[in-house]
């Protein structure tokens, strides 16, 4: 049985980050005061903003990278508009391929049975 893995947002991770650098507090009263789970995240968070000091420019590099290595069945409501939208214009230029055929079939068949020539024919005199 997989284990579901809890996600703390940027905010808490570096407010807990800073709390444990500033106040000397240890880590498992940090994680029952924030119910944390997990005997190394909070560790982990330390090592991670702490490197170089934590700012609001890191966490939204983080932010936008964790974004990007999102699956891809997690799209976005705009993804997803755009995956319609293009279906539709897929389905409509499908259509008009067989207007076009249609017609085109239409004026062979006019010009063999009317024998009058329909379509411009290349080179012709205007």
Do not use: C, F
């Not at 905010?11 to 997990?38: D, F, H, P, R």
């Not at 702490?50 to 890191?58: F, G, L, V």
């Not at 990007?68 to 069945?73: I, M």
Request: proline fraction near 3%; aromatic fraction near 4%.
């Amino acid at each position: 049985m997989k284990r579901k893995v809890k996600r703390y947002p940027d905010e808490l991770k570096l407010k807990v980050v800073q709390e444990y650098l500033t106040t000397g507090q240890g880590i498992k009263e940090l994680m029952a005061k924030y119910n944390i789970e997990g005997v190394n995240t909070i560790g982990k968070w330390v090592k991670k903003y702490s490197s170089s000091q934590p700012d609001e420019a890191k966490i939204e590099r983080d932010r936008i990278m964790s974004k990007a290595n999102q699956k891809p069945s997690e799209k976005s409501k705009k993804q997803l508009e755009l995956e319609a939208k293009i279906a539709a214009l897929e389905k409509e230029l499908s259509h008009e391929k067989l207007r076009g055929e249609a017609l085109s079939t239409l004026i062979e068949v006019a010009e063999k049975e009317l024998k009058v020539d329909i379509r411009k024919k290349p080179g012709a005199k205007q």
